[in-house]
Nanobody, 117 residues
């Protein structure tokens, strides 16, 4: 059974940091491209960051470049999102996604991140 379980969300003040984790099981994690998405209330889900399967090449949305870092540990079947210098506009539900090829996609259930003073 495929599972993606996000954790690490919560309430943080502007300028603070959080580290999200996504633990994967039920598929060969190292073969999959992993991404973090987010969805704020009333807005569409947007891509935040992506990391390729083995080489670890990364890409980021312009809105988070220089503040967020995506990484993965294939031995632990886990992908991370280190979020620094958080802003109120980063408030959203954050989801991880596993992708293989064009059409195999698995999603986690999401974790809430709220940036507020």
């Amino acid at each position: 059974q495929v599972r993606l379980v996000e954790s690490g969300g919560g309430l943080v003040q502007p300028g603070g940091s959080l580290r999200l984790s996504c633990a994967a099981s039920g598929f060969t994690f190292s073969n999959y491209v992993m991404s973090w998405y987010r969805q704020a209330p009333g807005k569409e889900r947007e891509l935040v960051a992506t990391i390729t399967s083995a080489a670890g090449s990364t890409n980021y949305a312009d809105s988070v470049k220089g503040r967020f870092t995506i990484s993965r540990d294939n031995a632990k079947n886990t992908v991370y999102l280190q979020m620094n210098s958080l802003k109120p506009e980063d408030t959203a539900v954050y989801y991880c996604k596993a992708r293989y090829g064009c059409c195999v996609n698995y999603w986690g259930q999401g974790t809430q991140v709220t940036v507020s003073s």
